[in-house]
């Protein structure tokens, strides 16, 4: 299941967030399926990198079972946003355009 939501995220930071061009976004993902997922947009289009060369637009640490739940509608984004185990690091509007723009249809 977490693999579907991972791969929407590019729709949800070129579409649904309407980010600029030049965005990053890295999604740090603690626990048992763990993993780190990097993001550029160039020309109104998101591509998944292996790395960063630079620090995030755009940096977002949670554990996978919280991120499962947005994605999946059952937490609202201020409660993602204000979870302990949740950290923000970088643009705070991206931020909470990204806890908004995470609910997704399956």
């Given at each position: ?63 996978v079972a919280l991120f499962w739940r947005r994605c999946a509608g059952r937490i609202s984004a ?27 249809m399956i």
């Open positions: 299941m977490v693999n579907r939501f991972e791969s929407a995220l590019p729709f949800i930071l070129a579409k649904k967030m309407q980010s600029p061009d030049g965005t990053t976004l890295q999604v740090n993902l603690s626990g048992r399926q763990a993993r780190a997922i990097f993001l550029e947009l160039r020309d109104g289009r998101a591509r998944a990198l292996v790395s960063l060369a630079q620090p995030a637009t755009l940096e977002v640490t949670t554990p201020e409660a993602f946003l204000g979870a302990s185990a949740t950290d923000i690091r970088g643009n705070r509007d991206l931020a909470a355009s990204f806890a908004e723009n995470l609910s997704i």
